[in-house]
């Protein structure tokens, strides 16, 4: 089965719930979101399973199929499904905050538009030239315009949604411009055939420099990193809770590998020193822009907001070593760190959503003594902030270690002392929940926490994975050969 | 073009900023024209100036929007918008002048003799051959917009 079908049945997935949800009027929404996580399962075992990579393509030469393409196209996937599982269990809060008939208050539509930001996350994946990147940017962003502020009878998810949109369509209109001069400059839109021709660029490099200028702009507000990541804690903290997380994980993954394959040819052309130096800088300065704000946070949305800007720094960092070193390719690191941060951050997202729907809040407060009213729940957060703050034997270790040894190995020794700061930083903020929910009381009365066996079984398997991954790494360490 | 394009941004009133955009989407289609790409210009003039911008004045007189008129400049605002245009301005000057790509002038369209040049079949045949596949993702990209749009907007009365 050649890759491109998988994209052809999530859509069609998509239209398919979208048509029962429209004519279908008595049927329980909840079904359609069984419906949805069976699907995106199915399709991620079509991608494990059948896909025959080799299969000659008749896309013609914009479509990579490569192994980074594959594993970030599972990325887009294995988040799309905890997605889904966390916006059922995410719905009565919902439906609290749109009007209409109980059962028809746009639920419907909520499961579906995830589903159609997949698709358009996994042809970002495969896209290797710039009009295709570009619609299937726009297809995400687009579509999580309208997710961020589907709580429309709530101001926070409003003023999210405003603040997003304004923001993304500066930042697309940068990217859009780079993305022109880069035409310009090359007369060519396959990023292949962009690189033969900078390979051998003989003339000025202001050109260039601009263009590249241009880009990094465009995507840093893509990924989030300082100083374009003022949008984040805002939107992160008014989207509803399993938008947030997609938005963290997915959003940022498609950042990355738009941005690695836009660096690629980039990097080949004689401003190579110019474009690892720029992403030194902003690499260190997202590192202490992240951390040094994550600290005084009260708000564990916001918290995991900036330990996203903070979790982008290291990103950026392993970019900007710009060689393989120890073994470890810059590409290979970046993809690792995503997986591994993808499952972390999402079992922090799930019980976060659990507490929310009985608490009511999304404060630092709402987690006293969750040790006390769920174990269960507790260990999984324990885990989760372990992880992020990158303690060994968790998954989180391995992403900033292989990053720190690039950095090292690239000997750019000050933005190494930067990240181990950082690094250090954070251990103090993550083990902040800690506190909270191990030496804090809970409030009097606090509500039961109930969640759904589904959500149970979604959070046992993460917190399985973040320890497997933490001391078995093999599954994604394959990626890292240079 | 530029001229007006200035005006959308510096009038006070939404419904002349509309009329100046308009404005300048003709001259828009102009460009295109003079490039010999008549089908786009033509377009241009009919779905934007003519569909998309009647719509905007339709939504902007709808709006009551006398006190975006009335609301105070920030002088800072201003003055941080002005500074990065013209940034981008000089630079693109700069870059224009040192690039020699940049001088030179497309080679005017050669069309042999006794035939015409059919732009609308061959934007049409580019289009749903090499593109069918980014015209295939566009359309999901607005089928995504109109359902946001409709589940945004929807008004359901609550029982």
Same mark, same amino acid.
């Not at chain 1, 103090?428 to 759904?452: G, Q």
């Given at each position: 089965?050649?890759?491109?079908?998988?994209?052809?049945?999530?859509?069609?997935?998509?239209?398919?719930?979208?048509?029962?949800?429209?004519?279908?009027?008595?049927?329980?929404?909840?079904?359609?979101?069984?419906?949805?996580?069976?699907?995106?399962?199915?399709?991620?075992?079509?991608?494990?399973?059948?896909?025959?990579?080799?299969? =000659?393509? +008749?896309?013609?030469?914009?479509?990579?199929?490569?192994?980074?393409? *594959?594993?970030?196209?599972? *990325?887009?996937?294995?988040?799309?499904?905890?997605?889904?599982?966390?916006?059922?269990?995410?719905?009565?809060?919902?439906?609290?905050?749109?009007?209409?008939?109980?059962?028809?208050?746009?639920?419907?539509?909520?499961?579906?538009?995830?589903?159609?930001?997949?698709?358009?996350?996994?042809?970002?994946?495969?896209?290797?030239?710039?009009?295709?990147?570009?619609?299937?940017?726009?297809?995400?962003?687009?579509?999580?315009?309208?997710?961020?502020?589907?709580?429309?009878?709530?101001?926070?998810?409003?003023?999210?949604?405003?603040?997003?949109?304004?923001?993304?369509?500066?930042?697309?209109?940068?990217?859009?411009?780079? *993305?022109?001069?880069?035409?310009?400059?090359?007369?060519?839109?396959?990023?292949?055939?962009?690189?033969?021709?900078?390979?051998?660029?003989?003339?000025?490099?202001?050109?260039?420099?601009?263009?590249?200028? *241009?880009?990094?702009?465009?995507?840093?507000?893509?990924?989030?990193?300082?100083?374009?990541?003022?949008?984040? +804690?805002?939107?992160?903290?008014?989207?509803?809770?399993?938008?947030?997380?997609?938005? =963290?994980?997915?959003?940022?993954?498609?950042?990355?590998?738009?941005?690695?394959?836009?660096?690629?040819?980039?990097?080949?052309?004689? %401003?190579?020193?110019?474009?690892?130096?720029?992403?030194?800088?902003?690499?260190?300065?997202?590192?202490?822009?992240?951390?040094?704000?994550?600290? =005084?946070?009260?708000?564990?949305?916001?918290?995991?907001?900036?330990?996203?800007?903070?979790?982008?720094?290291?990103?950026?960092?392993?970019?900007?070593?710009?060689? +393989?070193?120890?073994?470890?390719?810059?590409?290979?690191?970046?993809?690792?760190?995503?997986?591994?941060?993808?499952?972390?951050?999402?079992?922090?997202?799930?019980?976060?959503?659990?507490?929310?729907?009985?608490?009511?809040?999304?404060?630092?407060?709402?987690?006293?003594?969750?040790?006390?009213?769920?174990?269960?729940?507790?260990?999984?957060?324990?885990?989760?902030?372990?992880?992020?703050?990158?303690?060994?034997?968790?998954?989180?270790?391995?992403?900033?270690?292989?990053?720190?040894?690039? %950095?090292?190995?690239?000997?750019?020794?000050?933005?190494?002392?930067?990240?181990?700061?950082?690094?250090?930083?954070?251990?103090?903020?993550?083990?902040?929940?800690?506190?909270?929910?191990?030496?804090?009381?809970?409030?009097?009365?606090?509500?039961?926490?109930?969640? =759904?066996?589904?959500?149970?079984?979604?959070?046992?398997?993460?917190?399985?994975?973040?320890?497997?991954?933490?001391?078995? +790494?093999?599954?994604?360490?394959?990626?890292?050969?240079? | 073009?530029?001229?007006?394009?200035?005006?959308?941004?510096?009038?006070?009133?939404?419904?002349?900023?509309?009329?100046?955009?308009?404005?300048?989407?003709?001259?828009?289609?102009?460009?295109?024209?003079?490039?010999?790409?008549?089908?786009?210009?033509?377009?241009?003039?009919?779905?934007?100036?003519?569909?998309?911008?009647?719509?905007?004045?339709?939504?902007?007189?709808?709006?009551?929007? #006398?006190?975006?008129?009335?609301?105070?400049?920030?002088?800072?605002?201003?003055?941080?918008?002005?500074?990065?245009?013209?940034?981008?301005?000089?630079?693109?000057?700069?870059?224009?002048?040192?690039?020699? #790509?940049?001088?030179?002038?497309?080679?005017?369209?050669?069309?042999?003799?006794?035939?015409?040049?059919?732009?609308? #079949?061959?934007?049409?045949?580019?289009?749903?051959?090499?593109?069918?596949?980014?015209?295939?993702?566009?359309?999901?990209?607005?089928?995504?917009?109109?359902?946001?749009?409709?589940?945004?907007?929807? #008004?359901?009365?609550?029982?």
């Amino acid at each position: 089965m050649p890759a491109y079908f998988l994209e052809i049945a999530i859509v069609l997935l998509g239209l398919g719930l979208l048509m029962v949800d429209a004519f279908a009027t008595t049927l329980d929404r909840r079904l359609l979101g069984h419906l949805g996580i069976a699907g995106v399962a199915a399709v991620l075992a079509g991608l494990v399973f059948g896909v025959d990579s080799s299969a =000659s393509e +008749p896309l013609w030469g914009f479509y990579a199929t490569d192994t980074a393409a *594959l594993f970030y196209k599972g *990325l887009a996937l294995v988040c799309t499904l905890l997605v889904l599982v966390l916006a059922l269990e995410y719905a009565p809060v919902l439906e609290s905050y749109r009007d209409g008939r109980p059962g028809r208050r746009g639920l419907g539509e909520f499961l579906c538009l995830p589903l159609f930001l997949c698709a358009g996350l996994m042809w970002m994946a495969s896209m290797t030239d710039l009009l295709g990147l570009f619609v299937a940017l726009e297809t995400v962003t687009i579509t999580f315009y309208v997710v961020v502020a589907y709580m429309r009878r709530n101001l926070g998810s409003l003023e999210a949604g405003v603040k997003y949109l304004i923001l993304g369509a500066l930042s697309t209109g940068f990217l859009l411009y780079g *993305l022109a001069w880069l035409f310009g400059l090359t007369g060519q839109t396959n990023l292949a055939a962009i690189q033969t021709v900078l390979v051998d660029w003989k003339g000025d490099t202001t050109p260039l420099l601009f263009t590249m200028a *241009l880009l990094m702009v465009g995507l840093s507000f893509k990924v989030g990193a300082a100083p374009f990541q003022f949008w984040i +804690p805002d939107v992160y903290q008014g989207a509803p809770t399993p938008i947030t997380a997609f938005l =963290s994980v997915g959003s940022k993954a498609a950042g990355f590998i738009v941005l690695i394959r836009l660096l690629e040819p980039l990097l080949a052309s004689p %401003i190579r020193h110019a474009v690892l130096l720029m992403l030194g800088v902003l690499a260190g300065a997202t590192l202490i822009v992240g951390n040094l704000a994550a600290i =005084s946070q009260s708000n564990f949305k916001r918290l995991l907001a900036y330990s996203s800007i903070a979790h982008a720094g290291f990103l950026l960092m392993a970019l900007a070593a710009g060689q +393989p070193a120890g073994g470890v390719s810059p590409n290979g690191v970046v993809a690792l760190y995503l997986g591994t941060y993808l499952v972390m951050t999402m079992l922090a997202f799930a019980v976060l959503v659990i507490v929310r729907k009985a608490g009511g809040s999304d404060e630092l407060t709402a987690f006293n003594g969750l040790s006390q009213r769920s174990p269960f729940l507790a260990f999984a957060l324990v885990l989760a902030m372990a992880s992020l703050a990158g303690v060994p034997l968790t998954a989180g270790f391995f992403g900033k270690f292989f990053s720190l040894v690039l %950095i090292a190995g690239a000997g750019q020794w000050a933005l190494l002392t930067v990240a181990v700061v950082a690094a250090a930083c954070g251990f103090y903020y993550y083990f902040k929940v800690i506190r909270c929910m191990y030496w804090n009381d809970p409030v009097s009365e606090a509500p039961p926490l109930v969640f =759904s066996q589904l959500t149970r079984v979604a959070i046992i398997l993460l917190c399985v994975a973040v320890v497997v991954l933490g001391v078995y +790494p093999k599954p994604l360490t394959c990626l890292l050969a240079p | 073009m530029l001229l007006f394009g200035v005006g959308v941004v510096v009038n006070r009133n939404p419904v002349a900023s509309a009329l100046c955009l308009v404005v300048s989407f003709v001259g828009l289609a102009s460009l295109f024209i003079s490039l010999d790409a008549h089908f786009l210009g033509i377009i241009q003039i009919l779905v934007y100036t003519g569909a998309v911008m009647v719509l905007f004045l339709f939504i902007i007189m709808l709006l009551d929007l #006398k006190e975006e008129a009335r609301r105070a400049l920030n002088a800072w605002a201003v003055a941080g918008g002005a500074v990065v245009a013209l940034c981008l301005v000089g630079t693109l000057l700069h870059v224009l002048g040192t690039f020699p #790509k940049g001088e030179a002038t497309l080679p005017p369209l050669v069309v042999p003799e006794g035939q015409t040049y059919e732009d609308t #079949k061959a934007l049409g045949t580019l289009l749903f051959t090499e593109y069918v596949f980014h015209v295939q993702v566009i359309g999901l990209l607005l089928l995504g917009a109109t359902v946001g749009v409709v589940a945004l907007s929807k #008004k359901e009365a609550s029982k």
